[in-house]
């Protein structure tokens, strides 16, 4: 698998804001090296949906990088035991829509 990701560095974490949850990550560009910047932002509208579902979703967002290159890892491991089968092909299609080199959805009938 390709360890080229053009999406912000992790880690992510999430902090309350005036409007709702961000996402941040550190900035990498000279001017703000280090500091959090917001990246996301994640919010409920008149209770729609519910605080704690907005909390969820953001938790998710933050762990994107994470679960990406754990996925990954998977991926390799798995490729090097020679096993196969449609949850690593789903797997292999996902991590390309995460990257951005496909917009197609897994195909769960995909057999590798």
């Known amino acids: 698998m390709s360890n080229k990701s053009s999406h912000t560095p992790g880690p992510y974490s999430v902090l309350e804001a005036v409007s709702g949850l961000q996402i941040t990550a ?20 008149d209770g729609e949906p519910p605080i704690n579902q907005v909390r969820a979703n953001a938790d998710l967002f933050a762990a ?44 769960k009938h995909n057999k590798e």
């Open 26 to 45: 550190k900035a990498q560009t000279e001017q703000y090296q280090g500091q959090a910047v917001a990246i996301a932002e994640v919010r409920s509208w």
């Open 64 to 107: 994107a990088p994470e679960l990406l290159e754990a996925l990954k890892g998977l991926v390799d491991e798995i490729g090097r035991m020679d096993l196969g089968g449609p949850g690593v092909a789903n797997a292999k299609l996902v991590i390309a829509k995460a990257e951005g080199s496909s917009r197609s959805e897994p195909d």
